[in-house]
């Protein structure tokens, strides 16, 4: 078996590490990933400049591809040159943050597995819910282990052609983990979400941010399950159709 590894906070990031290790009993892992952290990359993908794909050994002894691209480019050139064109599985974290309800669009990592989907492959994206400014702090390893089992199982049980599945995992002691949950998409909606300051000659400039909205989360949804100490399981599709509206819109006069 071919694993495609990447993940949006480059591939010096303690997590990737941690999924490396456990992907490696499953079979031939490609750890193919952004040279640099690129959070909050969305699917961005490279157009017009090239891209550089980068044999590397870490620090830590493991090998891998740093690509000067965003996290879809490394899906993208994992596949097509370091693994040509030959992988049955993409795994993108473990990310250092939780990526939930609306935040799926702005996710790096999320997007790099959308990019597996997209290529007919299946596709995990993985999660820890902290938002740590120290990844050395976190215990990736309940997560690592977690997807490894679900990796076996995703294989065993193939899901249909683009779609993939989002996981999440609380950032607690494994013995504090309340089993898992497969969930829909939850809401996440931020508040004050630009801070104005001045620079030195007076002109305004913006840190965008924000806090997350005190809300009632949704049950059943994947906000709600790790609130839970539940480990959230999310299949997701490609098409983001809102089929409800459909027959609404063609009632409007629009000809
Ligand atoms: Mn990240």
Same mark, same amino acid.
């Given at each position: 078996?071919?694993?495609?590894?990447?993940?949006?906070?480059?591939?010096?990031?303690?997590?990737?590490?941690?999924?490396?290790?456990?992907?490696?009993?499953?079979?031939?892992?490609?750890?193919?990933? #952004?040279?640099?952290?690129?959070?909050?990359?969305?699917?961005?993908?490279?157009?017009?400049?090239?891209?550089?794909?980068?044999?590397?050994?870490?620090?830590?002894?493991?090998?891998?591809?740093?690509?000067?691209?965003?996290?879809?480019?490394?899906?993208?050139?994992?596949?097509?040159?370091?693994?040509?064109?030959?992988?049955?599985?993409?795994?993108?974290?473990?990310?250092?943050?939780?990526?939930?309800?609306?935040?799926?669009?702005?996710?790096?990592?999320?997007?790099?597995?959308?990019?597996?989907?997209?290529?007919?492959?299946?596709?995990?994206?993985?999660?820890?819910?902290?938002?740590?400014?120290?990844?050395?702090?976190?215990?990736?390893?309940?997560?690592?282990?977690?997807?490894?089992?679900?990796?076996?199982?995703?294989? =065993?049980? #193939?899901?249909?052609?683009?779609?993939?599945?989002?996981?999440?995992?609380?950032?607690? #002691? =494994?013995?504090?983990?309340?089993?898992?949950?497969?969930?829909?998409?939850?809401?996440?909606?931020?508040?004050?979400?630009?801070?104005?300051?001045?620079?030195?000659?007076?002109?305004?400039?913006?840190?965008?941010?924000?806090?997350?909205?005190?809300?009632? #989360?949704?049950?059943?949804?994947?906000?709600?399950?790790?609130?839970?100490?539940?480990?959230?399981?999310?299949?997701?599709?490609?098409?983001?159709?809102?089929?409800?509206?459909?027959?609404?819109?063609?009632?409007?006069?629009?000809?």
């Amino acid at each position: 078996m071919r694993i495609l590894l990447t993940n949006d906070d480059g591939i010096y990031a303690p997590g990737i590490h941690a999924m490396k290790r456990a992907l490696d009993d499953l079979g031939n892992v490609f750890m193919v990933a #952004p040279e640099r952290p690129r959070s909050a990359a969305g699917h961005s993908i490279t157009l017009h400049k090239p891209l550089r794909v980068t044999a590397m050994t870490l620090p830590n002894g493991m090998k891998g591809h740093a690509v000067s691209g965003t996290p879809t480019d490394s899906v993208t050139l994992g596949l097509e040159i370091v693994m040509e064109g030959n992988c049955d599985l993409v795994v993108s974290g473990i990310n250092n943050g939780a990526n939930l309800g609306w935040d799926l669009t702005y996710s790096g990592t999320v997007a790099a597995a959308f990019e597996g989907a997209v290529l007919g492959m299946p596709a995990i994206a993985v999660s820890v819910t902290a938002d740590s400014v120290s990844p050395e702090s976190i215990d990736f390893l309940p997560a690592a282990q977690f997807i490894a089992r679900l990796a076996r199982q995703l294989l =065993a049980d #193939p899901l249909p052609r683009h779609t993939f599945l989002n996981v999440n995992v609380p950032n607690v #002691p =494994a013995e504090e983990l309340l089993g898992v949950t497969v969930t829909h998409q939850g809401r996440r909606e931020y508040v004050d979400r630009i801070v104005k300051r001045l620079d030195p000659g007076g002109r305004p400039y913006y840190w965008q941010g924000g806090s997350l909205r005190e809300d009632v #989360p949704d049950p059943g949804s994947d906000v709600h399950a790790v609130l839970e100490n539940r480990i959230s399981v999310t299949p997701v599709q490609l098409d983001l159709t809102d089929y409800v509206l459909i027959d609404r819109l063609r009632g409007w006069e629009l000809a």
